[in-house]
Each structure stands twice: as C-alpha cells, then as structure tokens.
C-alpha cells in the first residue's frame, strides 16, 4: 500500500477498489481510527448497522474488515469492480459464494416485475420495504386505484378515512388485513357503546340516563356544582371538629386589609373560591339562606333540575341525600368514560350497521389475500441490499475511518461533519458532533486547541443538538460564552447557535504573545476595580455621616505627642531620601548614552518575548482536530495536526476589513 502524509500524520492512501482489497490485511496500528459510534458518520444507517455486525452501536476495525471479506467474496473479479455505484449485475458475482442464490433470485424477481434495464439500489429498497410491511401488516397492502368493484372500493375508503389504514411502501395510504380487522372492531365497539343511547322517547328513563334524554344536560349542571358542594361538606367536617374555624372557613367581606374591594378582579377571585355557603356543625345545606352570589343561578338550576326531581320541594340537603345525588350519576359518567377513541357519531348509523351486518369485511379480505405475495424473503432482500450498500458508500466510508483524506479535502464536507458555523463574521467550516459535553472537554482541555461548544436549535423542527467547533486563525475576538449565530446544517436545514462553553487556548501566534499580558490586564482591572469599591464605600459612609450629624461615630483615639513627633521626623527624613534618590537617578541617566537606552529596553522587551514565543510555537504545534473525535468516543491511533490550508478552512474570514481607507476582501480557502 502507499502513504501520503496528511495531518503530519503519515495515511494510507484508498483510491481505488485495490487500495480496499488491500485494508483486509492491514495492521491496524496503520489505521486512523480502530472504534466509533454509528452516529458519527452521516452516511445511510443500513449501512453502518451492516457492518455492525455486534449490534452495540460502534464499528470496529475488526468488524470493517470482515465486512470486507464478505464483500469481496461475492465478486468474481472483485479488482475490476466499479466502486461507488448502486447497480446489481449477476455477471459479476461469484456462483460459488453462499450470497450467491439470494442475491440472484432477487434480482431476477426485480428484472420480472418492473421494466427498467438495470436493477438499481432504489429498487431493492423498494422491494424491501413492501416485505417488510406484509410481514407487520399480515397481508399485501391494496392502494384504492387498484380495485375496480365500486362497493369494495369505498368501504377500503371508509377504512382509511376512519382508521387511517396503514403506510404503502409505493407512498399514500393503503389497506391490509390488519386494517380492515381493526376497523370491523372499532365500528362493532362503536356501535355497542352508542345503543346504550338509544332510548326509545324523552321520558325512557334508563340505570344509565336517570333523566331520559335531559342526562347530558343535567349531568353538566352536576358537574357546574360539584367541587363548590364537596368543599362546603369538607369544611363542615371541620367546624364540626373545632366550632373556631368556622370564622377562618367564610370570608371578611367587612375586613379591608382581607381584600381590596376596588379591584373587581381580586373580588371576583375571592367569591369564586369561597363556599357556596356559611359552613355548620350540622352538615347541612340550607337552599334558602344565604349562598355565595357567584354561585346563587348554579344552585338554583340544581336544586330545580336535580334535586327536586329526586326528593320533592325540601328546603335543607342533607349530607346522605348529597352523597345519593353523586350516586345517581356514577353509570353515566362510566358510560362516558368508556367511549371509544375513534368518534363515529357523523358517520351514518345504518353504514355501519351494514358493514357488521353484510359479507363485505370477507370480500375484502378475500380480495387482499388473493394479490400474489412476492416470491423473495426479507433475509434475501437483505442481502442483497447489504451489497449495493457497500459498493455505493464502503469507498466513502473508509477515507473517514481507515484514512481522513476527506477530513483534509476542502472542496467538500466530511461524512464526519454536521455543517458550518457563521458567526463573528467569520464561517467555521469544521463542526463535529457532542454527545456529552463533560466527557469531550475532558479531551480537550489537553489539547492546546480552542475548542467552542455551540449548541444547535431548530424549534419549528423540534431539533437540539450540540457541536464542538474548533478555531485555529486569527483572534478569538468577541466570542464569548452567550455569542449566538446561525448554523448551515449539512441536511440543508438553518439552525439557531449559540456558545455554551469554551476551552481556552491561544488562536494563533500573535493571540498566544498577548495572551498573557490580557491575563495580567484584567488583573490589575479587577485590582483597580476592587479599590475603586473600597472608596466609594467610604465616600458613601462620610456623606451618610454629613447628612445625619445626630448619628454617633467613635471619634479616634487621642494621638500620642510623643508619637507624633517622631512621625513627623521620619516623614522628613523619608521625603529628603526620595529627592536625593531621584536626584542620583536623574544624574546618572544623563550621563548614559540615548542609544544604551534603547538597547536596554529592546533587550528587556526581548527577554519577555523569546520565552512567550518559544512557549506560544510549542503550544500551537501541538494543536490537532483528533481531540474532537476522540471527545465524542473515537478510538484515534495517530494525532491530526491542524495544518496551514485547514487553518484557514476552518476559519474562513468574510467581512471586508478597511484599513486607512483601503477596503481589503478576504481570500476563500481553495
């Protein structure tokens, strides 16, 4: 095999099918990548889980390379084979291979049914998709444009109006067994619900409707009342166990610091959630005294319409006779509740009574079972499906894991990135996908490369994920954690951006020598800062004590005389040093050449910057984008350094920049 070096890292090179015959027998210390998750790669998920063959969710080296085998092995000449392509030709497979017979019967059942010359990949999907919906469906799935007995036809219209029918592999709704025996159970489970309706005049009063026909009605006028009764018997019980709380359980209409009665709303909030009346010991509801005005016309329609109707013109409920009146409606709120999920009540009644009663769910499963099934299984379809897979995608798949020449090729993205990040005026071309934050930073922050975290959202699309997104030109600028932009996902669709997190490291060369000198800045900022509070807090206590002469402040100790002569002296003392000191320092710079000068300061400037920059071109060698792969559960063997041309790919500045008036167009990365 050939290598060429990309990322300083010296790779395989696959350009052809015998660079992938050759990977069967590569070491994998020469691989890139030995283990990844299946959701790293936009590639076709078939794919991936083919060569899954563990079915835990990662792929293997090991596992890409039995694939191989299997593949290749189908093939007479598997050096000759055209790689990146969907086409199924029997010529060009092995008889003697044990995916031979499958392959090749679905094949010649696709050549049978459908008049194209060549059998493509779109077609055995197709093919798959039908069987895999016979085997959940019980049966073929009839479309209505293929039945011609007009009676037939609009009861399998009636299905898929009602029950919705099920999914046709071709697109649109169709029929199956299933769906026709779900919708003869939903119109019989209808039907036997509604019949407990059926009364046979408005005085048929029946367990269930107790008022005849008026039952919804007057149910509804229960239920306007039922909380506020409940309550009003609840704080009953509590006046009963303690006669003091009955002033707690009624409102201080008279008490203005209870409510504001110059706010409607707050009156009408305090009348809605007070009883309906004044709680007794007796447990007892009184229709004639006084009730809460916000529930005076619901207690009227209830005592006329309910409780008249079961106990007579009594004046006073008793607790028992409450408890009766719940009773009375518990068959009817049953039957409520057990309606059925699929309301039938604009459907004509004597439709589907002739759909239970006819012979027409037997015809129309006679007429579903009597469609020929196709001849192939699913586990054939598989394979075959399994090898115009590999033809069309292994190529592109092993130049992102065996080798990442695509990773380093800027004229299209990798299978392995999400999209593009536009912020800052700037596009960062390389965005890899995060599955836990925590664990990527973990690999990052050993990485000496500027990672931003940047959370992605589409909500029209209900779509959340997260990205790691490196920056390696330039300056970080204003990017900061809250920074949002827009997202050009690869799947086309425009998301929100905006920066969680970030681990901080130096851009480029210029970054890495300030960086440092940043760091001591804000120092000193928060130093001056922290002065500046201290100040004004005692500015802030002399002027409260200006204002206010009356508040007492300690006065300071009485200074010794003693004490204070001596300061005196040694202050003297003190500024007569410092005016001979600067007078000595102003002396001997004048007898000291300019230029000594100069050279003194460069030399110190120096001393600073060599060590800065030998620290910033060790740090900024070690960048590489293996972190980002690693972070997001990669098995990486060698470092993907960040070369000069992935610099600017990466980060690919667009804004126009002026200086002294001279506007300055960026340069796209080729």
């Not at 991936?48 to 694939?67: A, H």
């Not at 100790?557 to 000191?581: D, L, Y």
């Amino acid at each position: 095999m050939k290598y060429r070096s990309i990322g300083e890292t010296a790779q395989v090179i696959i350009k052809n099918v015998q660079d992938l015959i050759s990977l069967k027998d590569l070491d994998d210390t020469h691989w890139v990548a030995t283990s990844a998750p299946l959701d790293a790669f936009h590639l076709n998920i078939d794919f991936l889980k083919y060569i899954d063959t563990g079915n835990d969710g990662r792929i293997s080296s090991d596992e890409v390379k039995q694939s191989l085998r299997w593949f290749f092995d189908i093939y007479v000449e598997p050096s000759k084979l055209k790689m990146g392509v969907d086409i199924l030709d029997p010529i060009e497979l092995n008889s003697e291979s044990s995916s031979y017979k499958s392959i090749n019967e679905v094949y010649e059942y696709i050549k049978s049914h459908c008049d194209d010359d060549k059998v493509l990949l779109n077609h055995v999907v197709k093919l798959k998709n039908e069987i895999q919906a016979i085997i959940i469906q019980q049966s073929p799935i009839v479309k209505l444009e293929t039945i011609s007995d007009d009676g037939l036809k609009e009861y399998f219209r009636d299905i898929i109006a009602i029950h919705g029918g099920c999914e046709h592999p071709g697109g649109g709704q169709g029929v199956s067994v299933v769906s026709v025996n779900e919708f003869q159970d939903i119109i019989a489970k209808w039907t036997e619900w509604q019949a407990v309706s059926n009364l046979s005049d408005d005085e048929h009063k029946t367990e269930v409707f107790p008022f005849a026909k008026s039952t919804p009605a007057i149910y509804g006028i229960f239920k306007s009342v039922n909380d506020k009764i409940e309550q009003y018997f609840s704080l009953c019980d509590l006046v009963k166990l303690d006669p003091e709380l009955k002033k707690s359980c009624w409102p201080r209409i008279n008490d203005d610091s209870f409510v504001d009665l110059k706010d409607l709303n707050q009156v009408k909030e305090i009348l809605g959630e007070s009883p309906i009346a004044e709680p007794n010991a007796n447990k007892r509801l009184l229709f004639e005294e006084f009730v809460n005005p916000a529930y005076v016309e619901a207690i009227k329609k209830f005592y006329k319409d309910i409780f008249v109707e079961l106990y007579g013109q009594e004046e006073v409920m008793e607790y028992s006779q409450w408890l009766k009146i719940k009773s009375v409606f518990v068959p009817y709120e049953s039957w409520v509740a057990a309606k059925p999920k699929i309301d039938m009540s604009k459907f004509p009644k004597e439709k589907l009574l002739s759909y239970l009663q006819t012979d027409i769910s037997s015809k129309a499963l006679e007429y579903i079972e009597s469609i020929p099934q196709p001849t192939v299984s699913f586990d054939q379809i598989t394979v075959a499906e399994k090898a115009m897979l590999f033809r069309k995608l292994f190529m592109a798949f092993a130049n992102n894991y065996v080798a990442m020449s695509d990773l380093y090729d800027y004229k299209k993205p990798s299978i392995l990135e999400e999209g593009t990040l536009i912020m800052d005026g700037r596009r960062f071309n390389l965005a890899i996908r995060v599955f836990d934050q925590k664990e990527h930073m973990v690999v990052t922050k050993n990485s000496s490369t500027y990672v931003m975290y940047v959370e992605l959202t589409n909500e029209p699309l209900n779509k959340k994920i997260e990205v790691a997104v490196p920056l390696a030109r330039g300056m970080s600028g204003y990017i900061m954690i809250g920074k949002r932009g827009i997202f050009e996902h690869v799947d086309g669709t425009i998301m929100q951006a905006k920066v969680v997190q970030i681990v901080d490291f130096p851009v480029s060369f210029v970054d890495a020598i300030i960086k440092p000198f940043k760091k001591l800045g804000a120092t000193l900022t928060n130093k001056i800062d922290s002065i500046a509070i201290n100040a004004e807090k005692k500015l802030a206590s002399t002027t409260d004590s200006m204002i206010d002469p009356d508040k007492k402040v300690s006065p300071p100790p009485a200074a010794n005389s003693n004490q204070t002569a001596g300061m005196i002296a040694g202050g003297g003392f003190a500024i007569a040093a410092i005016g001979s000191s600067l007078a000595f320092m102003t002396k001997t710079l004048s007898e000291i050449h300019p230029g000594k000068i100069v050279m003194f300061i460069v030399c110190l400037i120096l001393a600073m910057l060599i060590p800065l920059s030998i620290v910033a071109f060790i740090r900024l060698a070690r960048r590489d984008i293996s972190c980002l792969l690693e972070g997001a559960g990669w098995a990486i063997n060698p470092r993907l350094r960040i070369t000069k041309r992935m610099k600017k790919y990466i980060s690919e500045k667009t804004v126009k920049t002026i200086i002294f008036g001279i506007c300055f167009t960026p340069r796209k990365t080729k």
